[in-house]
């Protein structure tokens, strides 16, 4: 099983919404029994909560399942992990601190890397919880817009993992 994990800063908005977004890919990919996808967040404020109304919102209007419980990222996770998919550059770095082995902090990635429209400068998924709606709605394109090739990069890494 190739394991794929979301974070963002509470879990509540940006990695609950990766998370369900990527899962519905990887399942029309018919990858559902290869690949497994959650998701977590740096900080523990959010632990148990369901997502934010606004990301149910928008998951829901655009055929996605947003079940999801908000739960705070472990550095003991990354031995089970193969890819941690970090939403802004602060998480990048937390995540990349918080990995206890260079091979763990190699894991690390950025959602935006693996889309091919994004330019340099065009990093991070922009933390939409204290804006308005329309900020919920831009943060699914942008993951929507990563997810394509988030996929692939994780149909490469299953090649090398399968015998």
Do not use: Q
């Amino acid at each position: 099983m190739y394991r794929v994990c979301f974070v963002c800063t509470g879990n509540i908005c940006r990695s609950p919404m990766a998370e369900s977004v990527f899962r519905t890919h990887v399942a029309g990919a018919g990858l559902a029994e290869l690949v497994s996808v959650d998701s977590a967040g740096t900080g523990g404020w959010h632990e148990g909560d369901g997502a934010d109304p606004r990301t149910v919102a928008v998951l829901e209007a655009a055929g996605y399942d947003p079940d999801h419980r908000a739960r705070r990222f472990r550095a003991s996770w990354f031995a089970g992990l193969d890819l941690v998919i970090a939403l802004d550059a602060g998480h990048l770095r937390d995540l990349t601190a918080l990995a206890p082995t260079p091979e763990d902090a190699a894991k690390v990635r950025l959602l935006r890397s693996y889309d091919p429209t994004a330019t340099p400068a065009e990093t991070d998924v922009p933390d939409p919880y204290y804006g308005p709606f329309e900020g919920f709605e831009e943060c699914l394109e942008l993951v929507e817009a990563a997810s394509p090739g988030l996929l692939d990069a994780v149909r490469e890494a299953l090649k090398e993992h399968t015998p």
